[in-house]
C-alpha cells in the first residue's frame, strides 16, 4: 500500500542504463514518480529544476563516485539517499553512512526490498514533517538543544547544525528513551525498520558519526556510552523545554 507516499518524486542515479530502466518501470508501477541520471553533472541538473522527496545513488559511477556526489548533497541538503554499494565490500557502506546516508542496499538486489526501504525512509520524513505532527519540542540534553521544529542541534553559544535524516531519527529515539539500554537490532528495527545482521556494522557507523556531531568522544563518551554487550544507553539528564 502507498497511501501517504503517493506522488512522491525519485531520483535514482546510476550508471547502468539497464539498472535506471528497471527501477524508473517499478517504482512507477508502485505510484512513484522517478526521474534518472546516468552521473553527477546529469544529478546536479535535475536537482537544479526538481524538487526530489529522495535520491537512490549509486557508489561506482564513473567521474564523481557516489560518495564524492553524497558529500556534495549533504553539504546544502538532508533529502533523504539510499545508496547502492558493492555487496562484496563492507567498507562502501561504512563510508556512505558516514557520509550521510539514510540507509544502503547491497548489489545485486531484489527491487522489492528497495521499496521496502524507500517506503521506510520517506515514512520517517512524513513523521517529522512539521504540518502532520503539531507538537514540535525544544529538548536539552548535556550541553546540546535539539530544536525538532528546524531538526538543528543549537549549542550554548546558539551556533546550530543541522542535522540529516539518519541522525535526526538516532538522536530523537536516544532522547526518548534516555537511560534505557537500546540493543543494536532494536537501533535498527527503530530507526531503519529491520534487525541488523550479525555483521552488520551500520548502526555502530551512525553512533559513531552521531558523537562526532556532539563532541562525545568515542574513547570516552559522555553522552552516549557502551554497554558491553548490551547495547548503548544515552546517559545525560533530558528536559523539555518547550
Known sequence: MTHGLKYKTILVVDDDQEICELLTQYLQQNAFTVHTALNGEQMFNQLAIHHYDLIVLDVMMPGDDGFILCKKIRAESNIPIIMLTAGSDETDRIIGLELGADDYMIKPFNPREL????????????????????????????????????????????????????????????????????????????????????????????????????????????????????????????????
Open 115 to 242: 521499496l521496502a526501504r524507500i517506503k521506510a525512509v520517506l515514512r520517517r520524513m512524513d513523521d517529522q514533517n512539521p504540518q502532520r505532527k503539531t507538537q514540535k519540542r525544544r529538548i536539552q540534553f548535556g550541553q546540546w538543544i535539539l530544536d525538532e521544529a528546524n531538526r538543528e542541534l543549537i549549542d550554548l553559544e546558539g551556533t546550530t547544525y543541522p542535522l540529516n535524516g539518519a541522525d535526526y531519527n538516532l538522536l530523537q529515539l536516544f532522547l526518548n528513551k534516555a537511560g534505557q539500554v537500546l540493543s543494536r537490532d532494536e537501533l535498527s528495527n527503530l530507526t531503519r525498520g529491520r534487525e541488523s545482521s550479525p555483521f552488520d556494522r551500520a548502526i555502530d557507523v551512525q553512533i559513531s558519526r552521531l558523537r562526532q556531531r556532539l563532541g562525545d568522544d568515542g574513547k570516552s563518551p559522555q553522552l552516549i556510552k557502551t554497554v558491553r554487550g548490551a547495547g548503548y544507553i544515552l546517559t545525560s539528564h533530558v528536559e523539555v523545554l518547550s
